[in-house]
């Protein structure tokens, strides 16, 4: 049964982006067969902003794996095209990956378990103003604004921590994983645990890193 189109002036824009054709084209049916027009299709981070920013679109579907980058891709447009909504999808995606599409301006994440028939239904709950992500991550984006939120210990004077020592430690404070902070600060996961446990045996601490895979 076709899925009616969401009540709007008129038909929602859509582009669609995959370095697959065929998955193109499969998003592309399970969107116009619920009533929706895909406006153009594109291939990489550079075609999909150009799409976007030339047919005005109302939202992007795209894939997590674009070449040139998603999360740069998400940046592009939420920067250039605000008022265009940002879909993305992944047969899987870590909690980190999925922190850092929603910091570009992602307003949904679908993974690959997902009914294609759901399509439609998502999109036109995020052109509603609604999110569209997995359910367990709800949880993991309250627990990031807690950790946001949550006031930090002071590092004692005199301890001797380097700038970046501090740093470290205080992001860590604060509840990031050794993968999140390396992000954050464009350093590696190693150079993150040297600078940790540097400050953790300058402040007579206990060890803070999170196991390799948490928070990711």
């Given at each position: 049964m076709t899925t009616p189109a969401p009540s709007r002036l008129r038909v929602p824009r859509i582009v669609v982006a995959d370095e697959s054709a065929i998955i193109r084209s499969a998003l592309r049916?399970?969107?116009?067969?619920?009533?929706?027009?895909?406006?153009?299709?594109?291939?990489?981070?550079?075609?999909?902003?150009?799409?976007v920013l030339r047919f005005a679109a109302d939202i992007i579907v795209l894939s997590a794996a674009l070449p040139g980058g998603a999360v740069g891709a998400t940046e592009d447009i939420a920067r250039s095209h605000p008022a265009t909504e940002i879909v993305l999808y992944a047969p899987s995606a870590t909690d980190e990956f999925m922190l850092r599409v929603v910091a570009a301006g992602a307003h949904g994440f679908l993974l690959g378990s997902t009914d294609p028939r759901r399509l439609p239904h998502t999109v036109a709950g995020v052109l509603q103003g609604e999110a569209a992500f997995p359910r367990r991550f709800v949880r993991v984006m309250a627990d990031e604004l807690a950790r946001r939120h949550r006031p930090l210990r002071r590092v004692p004077p005199g301890a001797g921590l380097t700038a970046r020592e501090e740093e470290v430690h205080g992001l860590l404070e604060a509840?990031?994983?050794?993968?999140?902070?390396?992000?954050?600060?464009?350093?590696?996961?190693?150079?993150?645990?040297?600078?940790?446990?540097?400050?953790?045996?300058?402040?007579?601490a206990p060890p803070r890193i999170p196991a390799s895979g948490a928070g990711t």
């Open positions: 049916v399970a969107l116009e067969e619920g009533g929706m027009l895909v406006e153009a299709e594109a291939r990489d981070r550079k075609e999909a902003n150009d799409a509840g990031l994983s050794r993968e999140a902070i390396s992000v954050r600060l464009g350093i590696s996961a190693a150079t993150v645990r040297s600078h940790a446990t540097r400050a953790e045996r300058k402040l007579h």
